[in-house]
C-alpha cells in the first residue's frame, strides 16, 4: 500500500498551488497504476472544497481524513508538539499515523511504500512496487521513498520517537556524539547523515536511525539492483560521494511520454522538494529571457553544506525580487513547465545542467 500525508494550514488556493497533488493524481493515471496512493489528510480538510476533494477521488486517489485521530496522536507527544514548528511536528507524527493505518488495513498488505506528495510520478505505482518488492529502505537519506517489509521499522522509530519526546536534548547530543561513526555507514546504506543538533525533523531522524544501524536498511547493493535510476534531490548530483548506480555516465533523456532515461535506467519520480522547485523557477526565467547559457551557468552556481543551501548574489535577488511579486509561480506552475516537452526546458534539460554546472568552489 502506498500512503502520503498532508495538511492544510492556510486556504485551499495555496494548499493546490504548493501541494500539486492533481499533477501527482494525472501521473497515476497517465502511467496506469492499479495500486491506490492514500492520502492521509492529518490538519485542515475542513479549508478544503467539496468539489476539489472530489476531484482528487477521481484521479484514484484514497482520502483519508485523520483530523480526529492525528489530534490524539499530537497529545500524545506533547513535548515534540511545544519544541518544534507545526510543519515539522507533523512530519515526524505522520509515521505514527502510517503504522496504525497500515496495520489496520483490513487487506493486511505485506508491505508498506511512502511517498512525498510533492513528486510527479514517471513510472506507475506497480512497477515502482514490484522494484522494490521484499526491500527495506529510506531513499539517499531522505523519506521521500520509503519501502518498509520489514515489520520492526515503526515499532524501532517509535521507541526511538518515544525517547526524542522525554529527552529532546539529550537524545540529540547522543546521536551528535555518533556522528562520525554514522558517516562511515552512509555509502554502504545509501544514506546521508546531514542530521542536526538538536534533531528538528523526521528527516534528521530517519538519518541518524539508519546511519546508526537502528532502524533495518538494505545496502545500497541491494537498493540499487533496480531498473530505476533514483533521484532524491537532482540537487546533491555533485556532492562527494553520489552514487552513479551502476551507469558509467549520467545523461538524462525524456520520451515521447514523459519518461525519463538514464541510459538503460529510468527515473521514476522527481522530487520537487522546495530548494529544487526554486532552482527550477528561476531556470525557467532565464531561459524564458534567452539568457545565454554560459551566464545562466555562473548566476546559477551554488553548493550545499549539510543543510545549508548556498547560492550566489545573483540568483537570492532574482528569487526574492520576481517570485515575491508573482506568487502564481508555485510549485505546481513549476512542475507543469517542465513537462511540457518545451525543447530546452525540459526536467531532463534540468537534470543534465545540474549534472555538470551547478557547483562552485570557495
Excluded at 480538510?45 to 468539489?51: C, D, K, T, V, W
Excluded at 533496480?226 to 560521494?241: C, D, H, T, W
Excluded at 514523459?258 to 521514476?268: E, L, Y
Excluded at 552556481?301 to 540568483?315: A, H
Amino acid at each position: 500500500m502506498f500512503y502520503t500525508a498532508a495538511w492544510c494550514t492556510s486556504d485551499e488556493s495555496a494548499f493546490r498551488r504548493e501541494l500539486p497533488l492533481q499533477l501527482l493524481g494525472e501521473s497515476l493515471k497517465k502511467y496506469r497504476s492499479r495500486l491506490p496512493l492514500h492520502i492521509v489528510l492529518l490538519e485542515g480538510i475542513e479549508r478544503l472544497s467539496a468539489g476539489y476533494l472530489r476531484s482528487l477521488e477521481e484521479t484514484g486517489f484514497i482520502l483519508v481524513d485523520y483530523s480526529a485521530a492525528f489530534r490524539e496522536i499530537v497529545a500524545t507527544y506533547p513535548n515534540i508538539d511545544a519544541q518544534h514548528s507545526r510543519y515539522e511536528r507533523n512530519c515526524l507524527l505522520r509515521w505514527v499515523a502510517f503504522r496504525k493505518l497500515f496495520k489496520g488495513h483490513p487487506d493486511k498488505p505485506p508491505q508498506f511504500w511512502h511517498l512525498d506528495s510533492d513528486v510527479l510520478l514517471h513510472t506507475s505505482l506497480d512497477e515502482l512496487a514490484n522494484d522494490t518488492a521484499g526491500k527495506t529502505f529510506m531513499l539517499q537519506g531522505c523519506p521521500v521513498l520509503l519501502t518498509v517489509s520489514d515489520p520492526r521499522w515503526f515499532e524501532i522509530y517509535e521507541a526511538n520517537l518515544a525517547a526524542m519526546e522525554k529527552d529532546l536534548h539529550g537524545y540529540s547530543a547522543a546521536a551528535a556524539a555518533e556522528k562520525q561513526r554514522c558517516r562511515t555507514n552512509d555509502y554502504e546504506l545509501a544514506n546521508n547523515s546531514f542530521y542536526r543538533d538538536p534533531i528538528g525533523s523526521d528527516q534528521d531522524l530517519l538519518e541518524y536511525l539508519v546511519s546508526s544501524k537502528r532502524l533495518p536498511q538494505n545496502d545500497r547493493s541491494v537498493i540499487y539492483r533496480s531498473r530505476y535510476f533514483f533521484v532524491e534531490n537532482p540537487l546533491a548530483f555533485n556532492l562527494a560521494g553520489f552514487d552513479r548506480q551502476g551507469e558509467e555516465v549520467v545523461e538524462f533523456a525524456m520520451t515521447a511520454d514523459g519518461r525519463i532515461q538514464s541510459g538503460k535506467k529510468q527515473v521514476p519520480f522527481v522530487h520537487y522538494q522546495n530548494g529544487f522547485a526554486r532552482y527550477a523557477q528561476v531556470f525557467l526565467l532565464l531561459k524564458q529571457w534567452h539568457i545565454p547559457e554560459w551566464i545562466i551557468r555562473l548566476f546559477m552556481r551554488y553548493r550545499i553544506e549539510e543543510d545549508r543551501f548556498i547560492t550566489t548574489f545573483g540568483f537570492r535577488v532574482l528569487s526574492r525580487l520576481w517570485f515575491g511579486c508573482h506568487p502564481s509561480w508555485g510549485r505546481s506552475r513549476v512542475i507543469e513547465r517542465l513537462n511540457d516537452h518545451t525543447k530546452g526546458r525540459t526536467v531532463a534539460d534540468l537534470l543534465n545542467f545540474l549534472t555538470i554546472y551547478s557547483t562552485f568552489r570557495r
